[in-house]
């Protein structure tokens, strides 16, 4: 047992050297980069670091975090620097906004960050289509991660299930064949291809949110001054 838990500790600890140089200068600019906000500074750092280890879904699903967490900020921001007087109590001055916005669904934030004018018609539909693609399936668990996903096998039973699952994945998943699946119907083999294709969508929806919550701190810091 032992010999075994060191060779998965020496395995990770390969993955992460084979990848933390390459990812790190793939995203140094945003690692690089705060917000100056310490209310989401550290998500964003957190992120990176998913990013430069390797960990493409806890990207994914921490972006998902990063983009609720930034939009209830500035609306509850921008909320309190137009209805409060700059002497009020730093303790509770901020309380009436979090309280506003706090159990909002995302729909409602995006549509409110919308009206509020602290994002954008077009930036509001990119946020939604986000929502749909990322937020909900990674958080949710929905299946149309796989949408239009294909993978190559070969017909069998799920009757070959009663051989074990090993034996099952040898002969499904046979690669010598040019049939194709809808990945959406094949429940054990998504935890795999979900890593793939992670680490394909990881990157640009990060940078992506990255840039549209650094338009939305503008904002607010303009207000603010």
Do not use: W
Request: hydrophobic share 35%.
């Amino acid at each position: 047992m032992k010999n075994m838990q060191d060779e998965r500790i020496s395995l990770f600890i390969k993955d992460l050297n084979d990848c933390l140089k390459p990812n790190y200068e793939i995203v140094k600019s945003v690692f690089n980069n705060e917000y100056g906000f310490p209310a989401l500074d550290p998500l964003r750092d957190e992120i990176c670091k998913c990013f430069m280890c390797g960990l493409y879904q806890s990207t994914i699903t921490l972006t998902n975090h990063l983009l609720e967490r930034s939009l209830k900020f500035c609306l509850a921001s921008k909320y309190t620097f137009e209805t409060k007087e700059k002497e009020s109590d730093i303790r509770t001055v901020f309380k009436e906004g979090i309280d506003k916005y706090d159990n909002s669904m995302l729909e409602q934030t995006i549509n409110a960050a919308c009206t509020q004018g602290i994002i954008t018609k077009d930036q509001k539909k990119e946020l939604k289509a986000f929502r749909d693609k990322f937020r909900n399936p990674y958080s949710h668990a929905f299946n149309n991660i796989f949408e239009g996903k294909k993978v190559k096998g070969k017909v069998i039973s799920s009757a070959d299930l009663e051989n074990g699952i090993d034996n099952f994945f040898k002969h499904c998943f046979d690669k010598t064949t040019d049939e194709e699946f809808d990945l959406e119907n094949l429940p054990f083999a998504q935890g795999i291809m979900q890593i793939k294709i992670a680490k394909e969508d990881s990157l640009p929806y990060f940078k992506r949110v990255d840039e549209i919550i650094r338009d939305m701190l503008d904002k607010i810091v303009l207000q603010e001054k």
